[in-house]
């Protein structure tokens, strides 16, 4: 590898310059063919500042990729655009031959180990849930949804979100006096709308401090229950089961024990919606950088890794994609934190905004490619008199 930083002594001006050396050529020709430069004139262009951006990539790929931009090594105009070209792409997959060692040992380490089990559920909490509720007021909506947006006859997020939350409700066919179970319920956004708008008597589980105690205060007066809990640990019966942003933290060794239990939990009439986000091919491990920065132990399912596990199981009545609409929530989210920004950076470090801004940045890209969608799934038990009705 080149040096660092050079600094050359430009006699012409008698200044010294700091030049940037060109990168390795196989990073060059890799990110060129996504439609990418290293130091070009596009937006979405890598603008380097310090060399041992290239040195990470060969090392860590899109870890040491996101841990360089964290640093404050390189920046792009448009990071949306960016990740966009290099999702599309596959320029992570493309890397593998670099960092092979490094990435057997994830995916080994996903194999063999149980990074979902009930003693690790609320490591994410922790984590990511925990780090400050007013991070999470300032990104999102006043409802509070930190799950993707139903942008059909919406412009704005609030209305996204609020349209969502019917959706969902009218998919579950709510009725009133019903019982509804919420496994992953955040900040209590849905069960706060079910119950007031329709009537229902709502328990809703988290693995999150912070989102069970905001969650109780916005649902005071509701029918509407807030624990903190592992789903593994439910007991009781409910008329509709529905689980929003959760089953991404379940891992495909548990979705066995996961569909088990809501089949326990729900009554033979019952609906039971799944809101995931969903892979459009099945992988071995979720992004380094994403597991060890923002979603520890996460993994995405594929449809092939659900409907294996719903085999036998539950029948499948209807399957909802509009992963396109993660894209404008994830853009609108970051539109908000990044406005509310000032009230929050004495708080918060330079290289926590810049964190954040790369997670949202490389998640709107990933959806924007296609590679990521969203699912939502209505699932019912075989035998089920009643007839079910898609509902957009």
């Known amino acids: 590898m080149t040096n660092l930083l050079a600094n050359q002594h430009d006699k012409s001006s008698d200044k010294i310059v700091t030049t940037i050396s060109k990168p390795p050529e196989v990073l060059r020709i890799l990110v060129e063919m996504a439609g990418v430069r290293f130091n070009g004139n596009a937006g979405w262009d890598i603008q380097v500042h310090k060399d041992d951006v290239y040195r990470q990539i060969l090392a860590k790929g899109s870890l040491g990729f996101g841990e360089s931009y964290v640093a404050g090594h390189w920046d792009s105009r448009t990071l949306d655009e960016l990740f966009h070209r290099l999702v599309s792409f596959d320029v992570d997959q493309k890397l ?49 949804s930190y799950s993707c947006a139903y942008w059909q006859d919406a412009d704005n997020l609030e209305q996204a979100q609020l349209n969502k939350l019917d959706l969902i409700c009218h998919k579950l066919e709510l009725k009133s006096g019903q019982k509804l179970l919420e496994i992953g319920c955040g900040w209590g ?103 060890k920065y923002i979603f520890p132990n996460g993994r995405l399912p594929s449809a092939e890794q659900i409907t294996a596990a719903l085999n036998g199981r539950f029948l499948i009545e209807d399957w909802h994609n509009f992963g396109h609409d993660y894209d404008l929530t994830l853009m609108a989210w970051w539109d908000r934190f990044n406005a509310a920004w000032p009230q929050l950076e004495s708080k918060y470090s330079e290289q926590f905004y810049r964190m954040w801004k790369y997670y949202l940045m490389s998640c709107a890209g990933f959806f924007r490619s296609g590679q990521g969608q969203l699912w939502q799934i209505v699932l019912t038990k075989q035998g089920r008199t009643k007839v079910y009705r898609s509902v957009r």
């Not at 670099?98 to 996903?110: M, N, S």
């Not at 063999?112 to 849930?129: C, K, M, P, T, W």
């Not at 959760?246 to 326990?264: A, C, L, Q, W």
Request: aromatic share 12%; charged share 25%; net charge negative.
């Open 189 to 291: 956004g849905l069960a706060r709308h079910a119950a007031k708008y329709y009537g229902v008597e709502v328990l809703g589980i988290t693995v999150s401090k912070e989102q069970q105690k905001l969650a109780q205060e916005r649902c005071v007066g509701l029918p509407v229950t807030i624990e903190l809990m592992d789903y593994r640990d439910l007991k009781g019966q409910f008329d509709k089961v529905v689980s929003v942003g959760m089953f991404e933290h379940v891992g495909p060794k548990n979705y066995p024990i996961y569909f088990d239990t809501v089949s326990r939990l729900l009554e033979d009439e019952g609906l039971f919606l799944l809101h995931t986000i969903g892979m459009y091919k099945t992988t071995g491990c979720l992004d380094p950088w994403t597991d």
């Open 96 to 144: 593998v031959g670099w960092v092979r060692l490094r990435l057997w040992g994830e995916l080994l380490r996903q194999r063999f180990i149980n990074l979902q089990s009930s003693q690790r559920a609320y490591v994410v909490g922790e984590q990511h849930y925990d780090i400050g509720n007013d991070v999470f007021e300032a990104m999102l909506d006043s409802t509070m």
